[in-house]
């Protein structure tokens, strides 16, 4: 479905979002997700996730592909400051750790193959999804779980000739205070992530990502193209978005 928290449209009258110890989900176990778009004249708390992931399709193996996030705030913005990140391959400050997907505050990544185990579309019968475009805009942003679009891989259980997904753009504009995205408590690795997904052949391409502010405090920062199995292949690695 959609979430949406409008001062103008869906709530009128709504100056401030505030969900200190919760979270805002349109996860689709199903396939791809529905929009988050939050628009308030004041003040954005969520101390867990924003997240409009995606799941699969339980018949066909299609992949789905997450929803965009938009959040406006004449206010501050602030999400994830509950979230504690977890890496794999250690702790988050180790070079090479990779964070789980969950250790993110913001999340809009598609469906990568197999993660359901490989129950949907029978073996070797799924596809990958794309992520989706992330924009946050607010006085000031803290997001100390960072954000992350990636799209899906496409390796383990994937379709023959099945491509890996697209990361989605992401943009934080502070337009009159600090921008922060990460904090040196939750590691280095946990920041703006825009990827694509590796593919056995044909991986898909990371998004451009550009943060503005008076100020900025950011541990990381990285777009990526996917990775591919076959080497050389017909068209390339995949690219990494701008960063400005």
């Known amino acids: 479905g959609t979430t949406c928290a409008d001062a103008i449209g869906c709530t009128p009258g709504a100056a401030n979002l505030t969900a200190a110890n919760s979270y805002i989900t349109t996860y689709n176990p199903n396939g791809t ?31 789905g592909s997450a929803g965009a996030v938009t959040i406006v705030a004449g206010g501050n913005v602030q999400i994830g400051d509950k979230i504690t990140p977890s890496c794999l391959g250690g702790s988050c400050s180790t070079p090479g750790a990779l964070p789980d997907i969950l250790s993110f505050g913001i999340i809009a990544s598609g469906y990568a193959t197999d993660f359901d185990g490989g129950v949907a579309g029978g073996e070797n019968g799924q596809t990958a999804g794309n992520g989706a475009n992330i924009c946050v805009q607010g006085a000031s942003i803290n997001l100390p779980a960072g954000a992350n679009s990636a799209g899906g891989s496409a390796i383990v259980d994937a379709q023959s000739g ?45 998004g451009p990502v550009a943060i503005s502010g008076t100020q900025l405090s950011l541990t990381n920062i990285y777009s990526r193209g996917g990775d591919t199995e076959l080497a050389p292949m017909p068209t390339g690695f995949g690219d990494g978005g701008s960063i400005t």
């Open 162 to 206: 099945a491509a890996g997904g697209n990361g989605g753009n992401i943009t934080l504009i502070a337009t009159s205070g600090k921008g922060s995205a990460g904090a040196p408590a939750n590691g280095n690795v946990v920041g703006i992530v825009s990827v694509g997904g590796d593919a056995a052949a044909y991986p898909g391409n990371g």
């Open 33 to 63: 997700s529905g929009p988050i778009t939050i628009d308030v004249s004041g003040n954005v708390e969520v101390g867990l996730q924003v997240s409009a992931g995606a799941g699969v399709d339980p018949t066909s193996g299609t992949g």
